[in-house]
């Protein structure tokens, strides 16, 4: 999974405390659109704190009177955090609602309005993150290698939260692999996701091992900022290698499915030896019809500062990054951190 997974700036020795409180860690969603304020569509923005997204999903719909279906969000946040979300729900009509008698521990409503289109999982640009550390060993060396991520970004590892506890999100999926069933659709499918994204980080960490995470090679499959817009690189020339330094450009890796890699040359024989190592869950993966895409292996950071008491030995880290990308995967190249929310809001 990811605490396996090889490190670009070398593991870190400093240490620290995350989420010592549930106000340690705040996300807040970006959303790439303001509401058109008519439509099918019912927009609500809510805070909440220590509450579960599908749970909140759940008492939204039995307010308004509707199937869990018909209630979506466009991603699950951390329970154990300060989170800003959307949810939309499908409405069909005119009719103007009140929500000031939804109530829910943890979760207050911040804004609501009706848009012509429905919140789809993805539907974001990015979350932005306030992520305060405290206990943490070394303030000055965490300084610097803070500097090195914000210039340079992290492995785009998928966090340890995909995988569930324990990794048990991939003992689900060799099972289901193995002939069992599974009818909630939204299980299977987080199943589905953790497998793929084991391979992923794999190719990810076996790329660093052999240094060539940053290596531009004959036969990557580079992707175009700001797009999923992918080609092959059959040549090497000082253009192309500026632009991936200037992060225009970025090296991909496999999201395993059915049908033939992109890569050639040696990136592919990296990325089928790593299939061959998990060749059960490759094969499962193209089984249940998931088709190959690729994904950036460099995740970079934007809106960064940091918030330094060195006194009381605390950071605070502020900083956005795209959606679907982990806040745990800039973290884990910045100290060895401790998750107390493991232990104490069990």
């Known amino acids: 999974m990811l605490a396996d997974g090889a490190y670009l700036y070398g593991k870190p020795e400093i240490t620290g405390d995350l989420r010592s409180e549930l106000q340690d860690f705040v996300v807040k969603e970006l959303l790439p659109f303001e509401p058109s304020g008519e439509g099918e569509h019912l927009l609500i923005k809510i805070r909440k704190a220590d509450a579960n997204t599908v749970m909140v999903a759940r008492q939204l ?16 946040k951390d329970r154990f955090a300060v989170t800003e979300q959307w949810f939309g729900i499908h409405l069909p009509g005119k009719q103007s609602y009140d929500l000031s008698s939804f109530t829910l521990p943890g979760v207050d409503i911040l804004s609501y309005q009706r848009h012509h289109k429905k919140l789809r999982i993805g539907s974001l640009s990015g979350n932005h993150f306030t992520i305060t550390l405290r206990n943490v060993s070394d303030v000055d060396a965490l300084h610097r290698r803070w500097h090195g991520v914000t210039q340079h970004g992290v492995p785009n590892y998928f966090g340890e939260q995909r995988f569930g506890r324990d990794g048990g999100n991939i003992d689900r999926a060799k099972a289901l692999f193995a002939g069992q069933k599974v009818k909630d659709k939204k299980k299977r499918s987080i199943y589905l996701s953790a497998a793929r994204s084991l391979v992923f980080n794999q190719i990810i960490s076996t790329r660093l091992e052999q240094q060539l995470f940053e290596q531009l090679q004959v036969g990557d499959v580079l992707m175009l900022a700001g797009s999923q817009s992918v080609f092959v690189l059959d040549k090497l020339s000082d253009d192309i290698k500026q632009r991936f330094v200037e992060k225009d450009l970025d090296i991909t890796a496999s999201m395993w499915g059915a049908g033939q890699l992109m890569t050639q040359e040696q990136p592919q024989a990296l990325e089928q ?23 950036r292996i460099r995740l970079s950071i934007t809106d960064a500062k940091i918030d330094i008491d060195a006194k009381q030995q605390m950071v605070t880290l502020h900083f956005s990054l795209p959606a679907g990308c982990f806040a745990t995967s800039v973290l884990r190249e910045l100290l060895d951190y401790r998750d107390l929310s493991l232990t104490r809001f069990d």
């Open 273 to 295: 030896a790593v299939a061959e190592q998990y060749a059960d869950i490759c094969q499962g993966l193209a089984k249940f019809g998931l088709k190959q895409e690729r994904r």
């Open 61 to 76: 719909a039995k307010y308004f009177g509707v199937k869990d279906a018909l209630v979506s969000y466009a991603g699950l």
